[in-house]
Structure formats: structure tokens, C-alpha cells
């Protein structure tokens, strides 16, 4: 399932086969593989850079929605030969929507490409791995000639109660005109508009409900409500899409991020979307695991560095009560790189469908973009100040920021509603942490953030798991992380002008081959746990820096 809950009653999916076939030019013989899985989980394929077919048949008739969750990280969708649709990045979903599709067996193709090349602005070798593979959930629906594409819920406080401003956008497979109603439901309360559509047209419906009665989202009381639209022609119900919402604010005042009103101190995790032995392709109850860990030491936050996570993770925190801070991929690019052709259109295609894809999550507190991507230059900031703009004109319900290079030049502090930087001193240099928290106070005011709120968005310090070194002095030991993290995390916490911070990182991550040589293991090793989430002597500490 791509979702924890029914995400339809009327629209019906086909049965998708748990293993495919998979053909690798370097493999003797195609095997049978399970979807999702990251290829790389092969033992053969472990260091596999290349093209791949994946193969299933199945039955189905009609128009027929194939609903990708994530292929990593470029991939070509053909049924019985004739191309559907190509898509671009690992980290968000798309659709290939076939028309007419004759009964009977079918055979769906998934051409898969992970190499990196010029063509690749976002998914380039990297302190983190990019895996190949189907490696998020497919779906297959049967459509009639209409049907909902998408559907997004804004909680809007009114008043002393609330409202929800609902938004369905309706799409025509048909080649006539098309008459029909929309009935859209939040929070239990109802209102139907009549729908009239051209062939092959698109239609945005929007409306705002009152809802009386509803209790608000908060950490410790997480409420979800349900969302839908369902179409009806002639008095028969033909689709629908459900959703869950929550009924929330969040606001930027001063120094200060409000949540409900209230100001909120960010005591949170960097996780990448990873677990040993899955690589990428996370099972569901692996994300539940991470966020009782997460939980478990005290943390009311996770930051999805550097790209959407898989929206099952998402539902998971709503429900959990985590916050989150979803960002689009992209991380340290240089600005060779962001001057490539490609680069751009990649960007702002992820943004866009991030946005689109994870809007209704009341868990998503603040949306982020491009991690550390040359901010220290002109042509770099002109790249955040255009994102900045999309996203604000996506989605004017939430703030957003950007997670900076230390070495920034503030450039681009103006133009964020949060600023936050990255930090590492006492691991990659030796300075007091609250000397350089000070000091980017400054730099931030001079350079025209003024009195925004600070996060401080990655701190943290490596420890090769079972290290140990008793006098507590050797860099990679479990000890000396602790005595890192201790000094670090206190200073954050305890100081006035920061609304938080982002830990370096919740778990252990593999890197490209490239990073081996800073990188033991051929991980990133600043994990309070290892990647199969062993904790590390640094659990306990956050969990007492937390509870304080
Ligand atoms: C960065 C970066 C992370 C990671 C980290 C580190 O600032 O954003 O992805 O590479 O540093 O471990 O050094």
C-alpha cells in the first residue's frame, strides 16, 4: 500500500504482483525481485551503476492509472511496448495513466537508470547513496472517464473554531464533454458543485468549509480528520480520493516559530530515508521503529534530509505526533553544477511535486530546499531566491528555509522566513559552539535576516559504532561523540536566540565510493545509532539533553 489508510471506496486497484522480473546486463539471467527493493540489496548489484528493466504481467481493462511511488532515479514506463511516460528523481511519485486498455493480461516494463552524468544535476555521488531501483510502492487503478487527480486541504482558523479551504483538481480521460458533481467532505461536514468538463480537460474546484467541533493537531494529541472528493455522474458514483488532514497553524513572529499559536523549541533529528539492509526501499514498520527511537530520546522533530520522504513515513508522523521539516533533493551542489542546463527544471520539478504530493500533512511544519547548494555565490543565491518564490507560491500556509554553509556569506538570509545554517565546530574545527552560534547571530542580522528565528539545522559529531576508547580522547569513538554532541547540543538549547536544532543524524547512512576516504566504512558515521539501529552511547545522552 502507498498510503497507511484507504485512499479510495469507489475507485477500484488491480492486484500488483509482489515480484517482478529483473533484467541486468551484468547478471547471467534475469531474477525475480521484490517491489520495491532497491537493487543494490542483490549482492551482485551492490556497487551496480547502470540501466535495468523491470517486467510484470498483469491483468487489467479500461483506463488504467499506474501510480509510482519512486523510482530511483530515472525511469521510462511502457505498457506492451508503447511508452507511457518518463519521469526524473527518486524522491517523489508520479503517474502513466493508459486509455482504453483492451481486457486481458498486460505487460508493464519499467526501464530503470541510475547512472550519474551530466543530464543529473540532483543525483550526482554524494555523502549519502543514490540507490537504483523501483524502490517506493506501485499502485494500478481502474478510472472511469473523469476522475481526481488531486486534492488539497488548507486548516484555516476562524474565529475560535475553523475551516478548511478544500481543493480538487478533476480530470477528463473523456473525448466528450462531461457533466457531473463533486461532493467534498472535511471534518465530516459536506458541500456539492456541479462540474461541468471540456475533453480531455482539467478542472480546479475549490471550496471552504466550516468545520464546528474540531479539535486541533498538536504533538501530544495528534488529531487527524478525513478529507475527500467523490465524483458522481447521473447519481452513480464513478471515483473519489480520501485523505487525512489536521487542524493547525504555524506562523513566523519575530525570533519566534509558532505552532498553534505558541512558540515552539525544535529539538530534532537529520534521518535519511535509509535502513541497512533495504538500502532506500524502508519498510513500513522500520519508519515506525525510527520514530519511536526518535521519540523515545525525546525529540519533537525530523528534518528529511535532502529529499521528500516516503509519504507511509509522513502519515506515520502525523499520527506520532512528530514535526517535520520536508525538503526537496538537493544537497551541496557546487555551482558548476547548478549552472548545468538541467539543473534548474530539476529543482523546481521536485519542489513542485514535493509540495503537491505531501500539502496535506499537518505533521510538515516548514518546507526546506537546497541543503548547503553554493549560497556563498551570486548565481547560487539567485537559484534559492527562485525556489524560495515557488514555494511560497505553492503553499502561503507554511514558512520555509533552506539549511546554509557555515561559510555563507548571507547572501540569501533576507529571503527565508527561517534562516538556518549548518554547524560543525568541534568535529571539523575546534572553536567554542556558542561563539559561533554568536557570531551567525551577527552575520545574520548584517546580512538582513534581522530578527527571524534561527535553526541551527545539522550539528553533530561521527562514531565508528563499537569504537570505544576508555580515556574518551580518540575522534570516531562512541565516547568522544558524546563529549562533541554534550557541548554542542547545550549551547543550542540553552541559547536564547535559537528555536532549535537539527541533530547530525539520527542513523549511520552508506556514501558514495568517492567518500570513502572521510568517511570509514564508506558511511556517514554520525549516527546516534548504526543503520541497522544499534544505539550508540550518544542515545542516551541526547535523551538526557532532551528531557532537560
Ligand atoms: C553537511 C551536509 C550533510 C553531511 C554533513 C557531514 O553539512 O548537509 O549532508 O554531509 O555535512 O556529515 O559533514
Known amino acids: 500500500m502507498e498510503r497507511l489508510f484507504p485512499t479510495h471506496h469507489v475507485r477500484k486497484a488491480q492486484a500488483v504482483p509482489a515480484l517482478w522480473t529483473l533484467t541486468v546486463p551484468c547478471l547471467p539471467a534475469p531474477v525475480r525481485v521484490p517491489v520495491p527493493s532497491a537493487w543494490e540489496m542483490i549482492p551482485a548489484l551492490h556497487n551496480y551503476r547502470g540501466c535495468a528493466v523491470y517486467e510484470t504481467q498483469l491483468a487489467c481493462q479500461g483506463h488504467t492509472r499506474f501510480h509510482f511511488g519512486g523510482v530511483s532515479f530515472r525511469a ?25 486498455v483492451p481486457a486481458g493480461m498486460h505487460c508493464l516494463r519499467v526501464e530503470v537508470d541510475n547512472r550519474f552524468g551530466e543530464d543529473s544535476a540532483l543525483h550526482i555521488p554524494n555523502d549519502y547513496y543514490s540507490y537504483g531501483g523501483i524502490t517506493r510502492p506501485v499502485t494500478v487503478e481502474s478510472l472511469n472517464d473523469v476522475y481526481v487527480k488531486q486534492l488539497h486541504v488548507t486548516p484555516i482558523r476562524h474565529g475560535e473554531g475553523w475551516q478548511a479551504e ?44 466550516d468545520c464546528p467541533g474540531v479539535l486541533p493537531w498538536e504533538m501530544d494529541t495528534p488529531v487527524l480528520y478525513d478529507v475527500s472528493a467523490e465524483l458522481t455522474m447521473n447519481g452513480v458514483a464513478v471515483d473519489d480520493l480520501l485523505d487525512r488532514f489536521g487542524f493547525r497553524t504555524v506562523a513566523v513572529q519575530g525570533r519566534d516559530i509558532l505552532f498553534n499559536g505558541r512558540k515552539i523549541r525544535i529539538k530534532g533529528f537529520n534521518r535519511h530515508e535509509e535502513y541497512g539492509a533495504f538500502g532506500c526501499a524502508v519498510p513500513v514498520e522500520s519508519m515506525a521503529h525510527d520514530i519511536l527511537l526518535m521519540k523515545e530520546m525525546g525529540a ?20 506520532m505526533g512528530l514535526l517535520v521539516w520536508e525538503e526537496s533533493h538537493a544537497r551541496g551542489l557546487s555551482i558548476a553544477t547548478m549552472r548545468l542546463p538541467c539543473f534548474m527544471p530539476q529543482n523546481l520539478l521536485c519542489t513542485r511535486e514535493m509540495v503537491a504530493q505531501h500539502y496535506n500533512h499537518p505533521a510538515i511544519f516548514i518546507w526546506g530546499c537546497l541543503n548547503e547548494c553554493s549560497d556563498d555565490t551570486d548565481d547560487g543565491a539567485a537559484c534559492y531566491r527562485e525556489t524560495f518564490r515557488l514555494l511560497h507560491a505553492l503553499d502561503a500556509s507554511r514558512p520555509m528555509t533552506a539549511a ?33 552560534i554568536d557570531k551567525k547571530l551577527c552575520e545574520i542580522e548584517a546580512g538582513g535576516g534581522g530578527e527571524k528565528p534561527l ?13 570505544h576508547d576508555p580515556l574518551g580522547e580518540a575522534k570516531w569513538s562512541e565516547e568522544r561523540q558524546c563529549t562533541i554532541l554534550r557541548e ?4 543550542v538549547l540553552t541559547h536564547p536566540k535559537c528555536s532549535g536544532v537539527f541533530i547530525w543524524q539520527f542513523a549511520d547512512v552508506r556514501v558514495d565510493e568517492g567518500w570513502a576516504m572521510s568517511r570509514p566504512r564508506t558511511h556517514n558515521n ?8 544499534q544505539p550508540k552511547l550518544s542515545f542516551r545522552l541526547v535523551q538526557e539533553l532532551f528531557h532537560r
Open 76 to 100: 521510462r514506463v511502457l505498457l506492451d511496448g508503447q511508452e507511457l511516460t518518463t519521469h526524473y528523481g527518486a524522491y517523489t511519485a508520479f503517474e502513466a495513466v493508459a486509455r482504453d
Open 166 to 209: 478544500v481543493e480538487a483538481i478533476l480530470c477528463s480521460l473523456s473525448d466528450q464533454p462531461i457533466a457531473c458533481e463533486v461532493v467534498l467532505t472535511a471534518a465530516g461536514q459536506t458541500v456539492t458543485v456541479p462540474v461541468s468538463l471540456a475533453p480531455g480537460e482539467e478542472v480546479a474546484v475549490t471550496r471552504v468549509i
Open 300 to 319: 519533537n522533530a525530523v528534518r528529511t534530509c535532502h529529499y521528500p520522504n516516503d509519504p507511509r513515513f509522513l502519515d506515520l508522523c502525523d499520527e
Open 455 to 467: 535553526i541551527i539545522s545539522e550539528i553533530g559529531a561521527g562514531a565508528v559504532y563499537g569504537y
Open 488 to 491: 554542542q547540543i547545550e549551547a
Open 404 to 436: 546554509l554553509l557555515e561559510r555563507a556569506g548571507g547572501k540569501v538570509f533576507a529571503d527565508s522566513d527561517v534562516v538556518s545554517v549548518n554547524l560543525y565546530p568541534q568535529w571539523y574545527y575546534n572553536a567554542p559552539v556558542k561563539e559561533g
Open 526 to 533: 554520525k549516527g546516534v545509532v548504526n543503520e541497522y539501529r
